[in-house]
């Protein structure tokens, strides 16, 4: 009996060992799993802050991409230039007609207040407005939105007499509605006559 006690403690005694020993392995394994499931986690946070800030780069790069697109657009100065010449080239027989010209092109307050600073009647003094020359430079301030300033030399005439030329500097705010753009402010910022000096 004896030896039958001391085969079954020694059984006993090697698988406890046995046990021992998976379950220290066992935690081994399970501490090294921890240890990768956190350095996976650290490198998730890490690809995401890198993800967010190219996601932010790109951002940022497309819509400098639209404000280059909009301030080198040569489709927008085109429309300001015509605008603008479609406005100001008048005589007393096409004052009035000329907002007809422009109305799809400016906002409707826009064509109010011009129309509200002068004569819309008939008159029989014969006058005319005629653009000289006309610079726009665009800057960009919306993906869909834009100002402008406009530098635009004049020539009016009243019953035959020239007066000097005159420079007029305009701000004007554009708006893409759609595929086209509009004229959505108007600004007079400033008149002069041109001075040379030789």
Same mark, same amino acid.
């Given at each position: ?14 698988? @406890? ?20 499931? +956190? ?10 802050? !890198? ?24 489709? +927008?100065?085109?429309?300001?230039? *015509? ?47 005629? +653009? ?20 635009? *030399? ?7 007499? !020239?007066? /000097? ?11 893409? @509605? ?15 006559? /041109?001075?040379?000096?030789?």
């Amino acid at each position: 009996m004896n030896k039958v006690l001391a085969v079954f403690l020694g059984i006993s005694i090697l698988a @406890n060992v046995i046990l021992g020993l998976m379950y220290v392995g066992q935690r081994a394994t399970v501490s090294q799993a921890e240890e990768k499931t +956190v350095e996976s986690k650290k490198q998730m946070v890490q690809l995401k802050d !890198e993800s967010h800030k190219k996601e932010k780069a790109l951002t940022t790069f497309r819509q400098n991409e639209s404000y280059y697109e909009i301030e080198h657009s040569e489709e +927008v100065k085109r429309f300001v230039d *015509e605008t603008f010449k479609e406005l100001f080239n008048y005589d007393n027989k096409t004052y009035a007609a000329r907002f007809d010209l422009v109305r799809n092109k400016l906002a409707e307050s826009v064509i109010s207040k011009l129309m509200a600073s002068g004569e819309m009647g008939s008159t029989q003094i014969e006058f005319s407005n005629k +653009v000289k020359a006309l610079n726009v430079y665009l800057s960009a301030v919306e993906k869909d939105q834009a100002k402008a300033l406009v530098n635009m *030399e004049t020539q009016y005439s009243v019953g035959g007499s !020239e007066f /000097p030329r005159k420079n007029q500097i305009y701000e004007v705010t554009l708006v893409q @509605n759609g595929d086209k753009w509009l004229l959505d402010k108007l600004e007079l910022m400033g008149s002069f006559e /041109p001075f040379e000096q030789n």
